[in-house]
């Protein structure tokens, strides 16, 4: 077979094609940057656009429920389609442990039905987080009293919504039940080893280890964004043998 180079308009053409992928390979390059230069402006412009719903109330109907904690909207009057991360909670991921049954638990409340919406913020994934009522019911209020969702401390301090989950772990409703495997919401956190107690200053955010303690840990904090879209300080540790 011949090298020979040859030239189909102004690009060389490799005889028996050798060089024609290299060629789809610029392009398919060139289509990815320009997708993704336009999804960064998409997000860009999410933001303030659904900024308008924060602090307002309004009217929709829900046209699909993604999960426990997250739906689709249609927005009355604009047909505006718009994801909504429900306010307050923090439902099972649905590859999770009662995961499925907080998507249907939703989807049996809201799917298909007219609802009152409040906005109260737009988290990094472009959803607008809101309260969700429906025929005067408080949707995130019902799926924590029936422990298929937590109160999602972390955002809300609504003593409503502390008092709901305190009431579903006494009754042992949904995954507060004994013996049932929890989701990540329904499980402490374990303490890493070393993990403190610390002291120091919390204007520079650095801290060290008790004294008397055979090593020296420095945490310095720094930013870890979670899927409801907020910072949060994580440790990083440096141990100073003694």
């Known amino acids: 077979m011949s090298n020979a180079v040859e030239f189909v308009g102004s690009r060389p053409h490799l005889a028996g094609n050798r060089l024609a992928p290299l060629w789809a390979h610029k392009r398919l390059a060139v289509v990815a940057a320009g997708i993704a230069t336009i999804v960064a402006t998409l997000g860009a412009q999410a933001r303030p656009a659904l900024g308008r719903f924060v602090g307002v109330g309004f009217s929709a109907v829900v046209t699909s429920v993604y999960d426990g904690d997250t739906v689709h909207i249609k927005v009355d009057g604009t047909g505006e389609m718009v994801t909504v991360r429900l306010e307050g ?3 099972p991921e649905l590859s999770e442990s009662f995961g499925p049954e907080a998507r249907n638990a939703a989807r049996v409340m809201l799917f298909d039905k007219r609802v009152q919406l409040k906005g109260t913020d737009v ?19 019902e799926l924590v009293k029936a422990g298929l969702a937590c109160h999602f401390k972390r955002y809300s301090s609504e003593a409503a919504l502390a008092a709901a989950e305190v009431d579903a772990r006494a009754h042992n409703r949904g995954f507060w039940a004994p013996g049932v495997r929890r989701p990540a919401c329904g499980s402490p956190r374990p303490t890493p080893p070393g993990a403190g ?12 280890a008790s004294p008397g303690q055979r090593s020296e840990k420095t945490l310095v904090r720094h930013d870890r964004q979670d899927r409801h879209g907020s910072k949060d300080a994580c440790p990083r540790t440096t141990l100073t043998a003694r």
């Open 197 to 208: 107690p610390f002291h120091g200053n919390r204007v520079s955010r650095v801290y060290h």
């Open 89 to 91: 909670i923090n439902a």
């Open 123 to 141: 988290d990094i994934y472009h959803r607008l987080v809101a309260r969700i009522t429906v025929a005067g019911t408080d949707s995130s209020l």
